[in-house]
């Protein structure tokens, strides 16, 4: 009876290392950076002013040998490592490296936090790491690649922010003649009504190791939204940095008055006609008070 029980234990433990090893057992790491102006081109209002004019990180993500990410963090169904620290225990061991993570990690969207940003790739992706415990040197590790002008995207994709598409594989080749290894192009479609592809991220591929600093091949040169273009009009964009004043407050409202004088009517009429229909009601009371005092004292003076 308790040699039975011994053994479930036994096999349940070995259960346990099994899953855990395996999901862990991912290749390498993807480093992933965004340009900024190809993700608030199409609405730039929607996006934290002023937009940066160099590549933020999204993230830096445990990735399997075909390319496919390691799938989040699950208690049950993905317990890639025993016992990784929360979300929401992470913000308050990033304090030494704050400011070079709000500069080089922001989250682009107005209203958003970079807080939620940080959790949301911890739960997704550090979890999951080879730092489950340690989200400081996670989030270190990243900083320290995507900081190093050796993988700065806009030297070695060779090209400058233009108004002009390039072809994808030129980037590529560029890329690869400037640090030894292909990376990988993720597309973008922001202009409704047009098909041209822009260059939303470039994501570097980093061979598996404590801190990643070797590069490879990413497996996969550009993801699915690159390849629904056909090879031969696959040209892709960098547009220019979004320059976008830092008087917000004072400019739309210069641009509304100017631009829509009739949204103003229509605001401030409503409120001055209620404004002086009150008086004139009052108005209008006021006399009638004061024309029914008058006869009742000339009543009196009769009546006397
Ligand atoms: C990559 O490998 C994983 C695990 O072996 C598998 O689940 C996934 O479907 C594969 N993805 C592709 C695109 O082949």
């Avoid at 395996?22 to 081109?41: A, M, Q």
């Avoid at 979300?87 to 209203?111: D, F, H």
Wanted: charged share 20%; hydrophobic share 35%; glycine share 4%.
């Amino acid at each position: 009876m308790v040699m039975k029980q011994l053994l479930a234990l036994a096999a349940a433990v070995l259960a346990s290392v099994v899953v855990s090893a395996r999901g862990s057992d991912f290749e390498f790491y993807k480093l992933s950076l965004i340009w900024p102006s190809s993700v608030c081109i199409s609405a730039p209002q929607n996006c934290k002013s002023p937009i940066p004019k160099f590549f933020t990180i999204h993230g830096l993500w445990p990735t399997l040998k075909n390319g496919t990410a390691v799938p989040p963090y699950d208690q049950v169904t993905n317990k890639c490592n025993v016992d990784p620290l929360k979300p929401n225990q992470i913000v308050a061991k990033l304090t030494s490296i704050r400011g070079r993570l709000e500069t080089k990690w922001p989250n682009l969207i107005k209203g958003k936090s970079d807080e939620i940003y940080w959790e949301t790739e911890w739960s997704h992706h550090g979890m999951c790491s080879d730092y489950p415990q340690d989200p400081l040197t996670y989030f270190t590790s990243t900083l320290d690649l995507a900081e190093n002008s050796k993988y700065d995207p806009l030297k070695v994709l060779g090209v400058p922010p233009s108004n002009t598409p390039h072809d994808i594989d030129t980037l590529l080749e560029n890329v690869k003649k400037n640090v030894g290894y292909y990376p990988q192009i993720s597309c973008s479609m922001p202009i409704k009504g047009t098909k041209q592809l822009y260059l939303k991220e470039i994501r570097f591929c980093f061979k598996r190791a404590m801190p990643p600093s070797a590069l490879q091949n990413c497996p996969d040169d550009m993801d699915d939204m690159c390849r629904s273009v056909p090879p031969a009009q696959r040209t892709v964009m960098l547009p220019l940095p979004i320059t976008t004043t830092t008087t917000t407050n004072v400019t739309p409202t210069l641009v509304r008055n100017i631009m829509s004088p009739p949204a103003s009517t229509t605001t401030s009429w409503p409120n001055l006609t209620c404004g002086s229909l009150v008086y004139v009601q009052w108005g209008i009371i006021g006399l009638l008070v004061l024309y029914v005092l008058a006869r009742r004292n000339r009543v009196h003076e009769h009546v006397e």
